[in-house]
């Protein structure tokens, strides 16, 4: 049977874990997950609660890992190293081309992919994994309301 059901839980106090499920009529039990990283291993959990509340259909679960305020999980960690070397090398590619020297705007520098990366939470935390299983129950229960 067709059905839809989601739930958000604020994890850590600066993460929110949140799931959704949705599903079509199908003969037998199919699913497909789209986990973050920090939670591929439990895709088994993902079965075994799914296999408690529904026998059949086709069934997508997705599970999102965000900051509170929208951005990516975990802490964002600057490679000062790299920054400082483009600081570098931009002033270099000015005086070169006879450009005047004015401040480089490290703004528009901190764009540059992989100079700023996120510290994830780690997967291995059996708080993550309580907070996994919560949001995805709270998931499946509104989604069995809402069959």
Do not use: H
Request: one cysteine or more; charged letters at 30%; aromatic letters at 6%.
């Amino acid at each position: 049977m067709t059905g839809f059901g989601k739930a958000e839980l604020l994890f850590c106090d600066s993460l929110i874990l949140s799931a959704e499920i949705s599903s079509v009529n199908r003969k037998q039990l199919e699913i497909r997950c789209n986990l973050p990283s920090e939670c591929s291993a439990f895709e088994d959990r993902v079965r075994k609660i799914a296999s408690a509340y529904i026998s059949r259909g086709a069934l997508q679960v997705r599970v999102v890992l965000q900051t509170s305020k929208g951005g990516s999980s975990g802490t964002p960690q600057l490679d000062a190293e790299k920054l400082a070397a483009l600081v570098k090398e931009c002033a270099a590619i000015r005086r070169q081309c006879g450009l005047d020297e004015k401040a480089v705007d490290v703004e528009r520098l901190l764009t540059v992919p992989g100079l700023v990366t996120f510290k994830s939470v780690d997967p291995d935390s059996p708080e993550l994994a309580g907070a996994f299983e919560e949001v995805l129950k709270k998931a499946f229960e509104n989604f069995r309301t809402m069959r």
